[in-house]
Each structure stands twice: as structure tokens, then as C-alpha cells.
T-cell receptor, first 113, second 113 residues
Framework: DGGITQSPKYLFRKEGQNVTLSCEQNLNHDAMYWYRQDPGQGLRLIYYSQIVNDFQKGDIAEGYSVSREKKESFPLTVTSAQKNPTAFYLC????????????FGSGTRLTVV | AQSVTQPDIHITVSEGASLELRCNYSYGATPYLFWYVQSPGQGLQLLLKYFSGDTLVQGIKGFEAEFKRSQSSFNLRKPSVHWSDAAEYFCAVATSGTYKYIFGTGTRLKVLA
């Protein structure tokens, strides 16, 4: 079945470390997104990419970086510059040319210890 | 700027009772509107979407929503709630031609047996 795979499901990071969250999709979708979810704040857009080798900052990009070297993959790196990284991170994708609604992965919960 | 408001943070209903979750949006033109559901620790699943045409849209799991332009609302309804409907519900808006969605802060539904 087609879908979006996020890994790992749980991730623990020490302060000062960079960590990378994986997002892979086999839906042949062109656009991919990273959202951060905190209790009571809904989902906030971190970065998005509409084509390979191109991406744009969302509303809360500071302290994060991404790459889009392959259509199927859109990894997110949480750097040590992100002051409050503990959150639930969601990856989503959508095909080009149609606003049919995002398909979401099952998320990664990042905890700073 | 676009925005989405879900005025109810928590709602509790008895199993078998009807349900209405409120969503108001701010956008100058006709937006694309979505409702998603999220179980704890999981990603979001699309319930239904509105693009144009009939203002009453049917979705999965027996949900429906009505677009009311005069009230800038897109409320979600279900005639008879089941215990399995307990989850968090998010309303989202996207402008025509873009793939960036703005999410509300969510409404957590509790169902009493």
C-alpha cells in the first residue's frame, strides 16, 4: 500500500545535538511538508518542498533544515539552534495539480533530555 | 492573512448523541476547506473536503460538513456519535492554487458511554 513512513516513532536528543527525522513516501507525490504539533497550538509549518532540489521556509523554520534530493524523501534536521525542539513532528505530502488534501505520516515524537 | 478558528477546545458528548464541531475561517475568496481527525500519537486522517459546488459535503465515518459563506464557517456534524469517534479534530484552510494549509488549534472530543 502507498503511504508516508516516518521514522523513528520516538526520538530522544541531548541538548546541543542535531537529529534527523526521516520522511519517505511511495505515493509519487510532488510536494512534501513538515509540520510541528504542540498541545493547544495546532500544526505549524516548518518547511515545504514542491519539487526536487527546491524547498521553502514555513512559519517556524528557525533551528531546522531540510533537503530534497529525491522525490520520495524529505528529511528534517533539528539543529542545536532550535531552542525548544520537544514536540510531535508530522510529515505530509500532496500530488501536484490538485488540492485533494494532505496525506500524513504517523509522526515522530522528539524529546530533549 | 488567512486564519482558522476552532472555538471549542474540548467537547464531551454521550454516545448516540449528535455532534457539531465549529470552524470559522478568514479568507477573502472561496477557500479550500478540510476536516481531519487525529487519534493519540498518530498522524491526521482526512475526513472530508470542500472545494466548490454543493455546500453540504459528505465524508468518511458518517461525518458531514456544511460550508456557509455568509458566516465564514465550515462546521462538522455527525448525527450519532460512536465511542470510537473520540479523538482530536482539526479544521484546515488552503487558498486556491497553493498547497500550504493553515490549521486550527483543534477540538478534542470525548465520548461518554
Amino acid at each position: 500500500d502507498g503511504g508516508i513512513t516516518q521514522s523513528p516513532k520516538y526520538l530522544f536528543r541531548k541538548e546541543g545535538q542535531n537529529v534527523t527525522l526521516s520522511c519517505e513516501q511511495n505515493l509519487n507525490h510532488d510536494a512534501m511538508y513538515w509540520y510541528r504539533q504542540d498541545p493547544g497550538q495546532g500544526l505549524r509549518l516548518i518547511y515545504y518542498s514542491q519539487i526536487v532540489n527546491d524547498f521553502q521556509k514555513g512559519d517556524i523554520a528557525e533551528g531546522y533544515s531540510v533537503s530534497r534530493e529525491k522525490k520520495e524523501s524529505f528529511p528534517l534536521t533539528v539543529t542545536s539552534a532550535q531552542k525548544n525542539p520537544t514536540a510531535f513532528y508530522l510529515c505530509a505530502s500532496i500530488p501536484a495539480g490538485g488540492n485533494y488534501g494532505y496525506t500524513f505520516g504517523s509522526g515522530t515524537r522528539l524529546t530533549v533530555v | 492573512a488567512q486564519s482558522v478558528t476552532q472555538p471549542d477546545i474540548h467537547i464531551t458528548v454521550s454516545e448516540g448523541a449528535s455532534l457539531e464541531l465549529r470552524c470559522n475561517y478568514s479568507y477573502g475568496a472561496t477557500p479550500y476547506l478540510f476536516w481531519y481527525v487525529q487519534s493519540p500519537g498518530q498522524g491526521l486522517q482526512l475526513l472530508l473536503k470542500y472545494f466548490s459546488g454543493d455546500t453540504l459535503v459528505q465524508g468518511i465515518k458518517g461525518f458531514e460538513a456544511e460550508f456557509k459563506r455568509s458566516q465564514s464557517s465550515f462546521n462538522l456534524r455527525k448525527p450519532s456519535v460512536h465511542w470510537s469517534d473520540a479523538a482530536e479534530y482539526f479544521c484546515a484552510v488552503a487558498t486556491s492554487g497553493t498547497y500550504k494549509y493553515i490549521f486550527g488549534t483543534g477540538t478534542r472530543l470525548k465520548v461518554l458511554a
